[in-house]
């Protein structure tokens, strides 16, 4: 089996990263929308960062971050599930 080899790059802008505490993901036929968003404590929320994908990809990402959870969990055990403030 060949391994692809990339040579990636990116820009100081990119690789400082954004902070977000909220995911809204909707979907069209041909493509997945994602949403990354500020949840503001007083209220309403900032959307920091899109990526629009196509589905192939989509499920290449659902499936590389199960196993990268996994993996993490494996080294520092479980992540505990969000609880929602109403439920507090």
């Given at each position: 089996?060949?391994?692809?080899?990339?040579?990636?790059?990116?820009?100081?802008?990119?690789?400082?990263?954004r902070y977000a505490n909220l995911a809204l993901i909707a979907h069209t036929k041909n493509e997945f929308i994602l949403d990354f968003a500020l949840l503001q404590p007083q209220g309403g929320a900032l959307v920091v960062?899109?990526?629009v994908t196509s589905?192939?990809?989509a499920k290449a990402l659902l499936r590389s971050?199960?196993?990268n959870i996994a993996r993490y969990e494996e080294a520092?055990?479980?992540?505990p599930e969000p609880v929602a403030e109403n439920q507090a």
């Open positions: 089996m060949n391994e692809l080899k990339l040579d990636i790059n990116i820009d100081k802008d990119v690789a400082q990263g960062s899109r990526i589905p192939q990809h971050l199960a196993e520092f055990g479980p992540i």
